[in-house]
């Protein structure tokens, strides 16, 4: 009869590291702490929102992309489409984004994300009569075959669905 060799105590948890228990292991620190994204969301003409947040959700070219703290560094080209943002405490701020670029970067235990948009606004901030104004427009234009339709089209659809 042959015996096993019974599994180490600490298999499962990688070598040199400490295993940080609970459910959350991917999102919290040993200590309770939750990681956090330092988020800055920027347009040429302005910075637009500022903070550290537990998650950032975008719409990426290829489909959808969610960060949170420590993770890999990553550069997406980023849809038109609404971007969430998971602040401290739970509550979630929502902006719209007319393209642009998302550059994630990890560095001593700080991860950042820079979102680079052309165009950005936070919901709070849209003019729903004025983006359906717009959508009108561009749908009229689409309708001609105005090739720049479509995108205003997507940007003025964004807005509305982003401010409710």
Do not use: C
């Not at 290829?62 to 420590?70: P, R, S, T």
């Not at 003019?127 to 003025?156: I, P, T």
Request: aromatic share 2%.
């Amino acid at each position: 009869m042959r015996r096993r060799v019974r599994p180490s105590p600490r298999a499962g948890v990688l070598h040199g590291r400490r295993d940080r228990g609970g459910r959350r292991a991917g999102q919290a620190a040993g200590d309770g702490r939750v990681v956090t994204v330092e988020v800055h969301l920027v347009t040429p003409e302005r910075e637009v929102w500022t903070g550290d947040v537990q998650m950032l959700v975008a719409h990426g070219t290829d489909g959808m992309v969610g960060i949170l703290g420590g993770h890999a560094p990553l550069l997406v080209q980023l849809a038109i489409a609404p971007l969430r943002i998971q602040l401290e405490d739970g509550t979630w701020l929502v902006a719209v984004v007319d393209g642009g670029f998302l550059h994630v970067s990890s560095d001593e235990g700080v991860t950042r994300a820079d979102v680079l948009a052309s165009n950005a606004e936070l919901a709070d901030q849209i003019d729903v009569a004025a983006a359906r104004a717009r959508l009108e427009e561009a749908q009229a234009r689409a309708a001609a075959d105005d090739e720049l339709a479509a995108a205003e089209v997507a940007k003025a659809e964004a807005r509305i669905v982003v401010a409710g």
